[in-house]
């Protein structure tokens, strides 16, 4: 027997006044609801209704209980209703991952927007290169770089993650300005360090570049490599010499004219950038509204 259906029974009875009105409100028969009726009192070993041939009333106890009974059917319906909202409304904490510079360039001023717009949503950020496991860390979705790996996770593309080959009007006033893909080797050149374990001395030695004649490699040479694109920035500014930097970290910088792009017509190596998240969680509105988010804002 389902215990709250008999409930809900006894209560269209009661407030009905008969089986058979109760029977059209809860569509069944007039039968089955003398079943449900008689189950209910069987399961508390005690009579609801005094029954005639004309008439019924609620015993003492059956008073008692109807009062319960419309106080425990009206508990689970709000709580329906409330899950009903959790299913529509966004809220709870919003746990994302991505690659610094992206995440602060790029992330950080569309999750203003965001938080603005869904104000019952918490976010958290973590900053960081290091491909974390979503579901053992608690993430609801992660911004990657490079080819994902095979997973049970969902892969949407973005935009892809480009570069740009730039230095300051300082340097070039300095050094003279590289017109050709070779001229690179006679500059200084600030080179990115890849995560420790990488041999990544030996590959910032050359720069790979697509230009008119294919991909070439370019011998190059300075006075830094750094594992940080926003140290590399800083000492671009300062005139350190040429680098190539992400577009979405120097962007304003190239319209403002702190930093000069050079080498136009060669493309630095771009990654393709992939928005991430386990397929259970998309059901979630935080998550459903941030993907779409995300994807209005970068997707491909």
């Not at 809860?26 to 609801?48: D, F, I, P, W, Y």
């Not at 019924?56 to 689970?76: A, P």
């Not at 610094?100 to 973590?126: N, Q, T």
């Not at 370019?218 to 000492?235: D, E, K, Y």
């Amino acid at each position: 027997m389902d215990v709250l259906q008999a409930m809900n029974v006894f209560v269209n009875v009661v407030e009905s006044g008969s089986m058979t009105a109760a029977a059209r409100q809860c569509e069944m028969s007039t039968t089955m609801v003398g079943n449900h009726l008689k189950a209910l009192e069987q399961r508390l070993g005690v009579s609801l209704l005094q029954r005639t041939t004309r008439r019924q009333n609620l015993t003492e106890f059956g008073v008692q209980y109807y009062r319960r009974c419309v106080e425990v059917l009206g508990l689970v319906a709000d709580s329906e209703r409330m899950a009903e909202h959790l299913q529509t409304e966004p809220s709870g904490t919003l746990r994302i991952t991505a690659p610094p510079a992206f995440g602060a360039e790029r992330l950080s001023p569309m999750l203003s927007d965001f938080v603005l717009r869904y104000p019952e949503i918490k976010v958290e950020v973590v900053l960081s290169n290091q491909s974390m496991d979503l579901v053992e860390h608690g993430f609801d979705a992660a911004i990657r770089l490079g080819i994902p790996e095979s997973s049970a996770l969902i892969a949407r593309p973005l935009n892809d993650y480009t570069l740009t080959i730039c230095a300051s009007k300082a340097y070039l006033e300095r050094r003279g300005t590289p017109l050709t893909a070779d001229d690179l080797s006679a500059h200084s050149c600030l080179s990115f360090a890849y995560p420790a374990g990488d041999d990544w001395r030996a590959a910032e030695k050359l720069w790979k570049l697509t230009g008119p004649e294919g991909v070439i490699e370019i011998p190059v040479s300075g006075p830094m490599i750094v594992n940080s694109t926003p140290a590399l920035r800083q000492a671009a500014l300062a005139g350190m010499g040429v680098t190539m930097l992400p577009d979405v970290l120097i962007s304003e910088d190239l319209q403002s004219g702190r930093l000069v792009p050079l080498l136009q017509g060669y493309q630095p190596p771009s990654r393709p950038l992939w928005l991430m998240y386990p397929q259970d969680r998309y059901r979630l509105p935080k998550v459903r509204h941030f993907v779409e988010c995300a994807l209005a804002a970068w997707g491909k």
